[in-house]
């Protein structure tokens, strides 16, 4: 895999008798491996925001790692068949944030490596939703396009 990757998030919510909420987002970013561990980083920029959230993601089978560093804050902890807590803060304030983590899977390929994880998600101690992510990482040259800043 090479070093600037296109990265793909798409994250849903879901709950009994509610609309799902899907969310994707496509960015550049780096990739490297150190000691059987996969990185992620890339900045975040959100509208209106004088800077960018720094972001993190590692991973490798059965695990995801999630951080953020800047206007919000918080390292999420995804492992298979535990719940992590942490606290998420924000610009308005601090809550908690459980992620009880079901699945974590990781497919890898020469030019691309897919992370999928199921959760449930858990906002100061009151359920939330059961929640699925996508992490999808594909070398640059191989993707189709690419996004030029």
């Known amino acids: ?3 600037e990757v296109l ?37 975040e920029v ?11 993601i590692k991973f490798r089978e059965d695990y995801l790692e999630v951080t953020k560093k800047g206007m919000v804050n918080v390292h999420m902890v995804f492992e298979e068949k535990k719940k992590n807590i ?27 490596i897919l992370v999928q994880v199921e959760y449930s998600l858990d906002v100061n101690y009151i359920h939330m939703a059961n929640c699925t992510i996508s992490v999808d990482v594909r070398a640059q040259q191989s993707s189709g396009f690419s996004l030029q800043g």
């Not at 509610?18 to 150190?34: C, R």
């Not at 959100?46 to 993190?56: D, K, W």
């Open 1 to 3: 895999m090479t070093k």
């Open 46 to 56: 959100s509208e209106g925001a004088e800077e960018a959230i720094e972001n993190r």
């Open 86 to 112: 942490t606290n998420y803060a924000t610009p308005y304030g601090e809550i908690i944030v459980g992620v009880d983590t079901g699945k974590v899977r990781m497919t890898e390929e020469e030019e691309r």
């Open 7 to 43: 990265l793909t998030l798409k994250g849903l919510q879901y709950e009994a008798g509610e609309d799902n909420q899907a969310i994707e987002t496509i960015t550049p970013a780096e990739y490297f491996q150190i000691d059987g561990n996969h990185y992620i980083v890339y900045d």
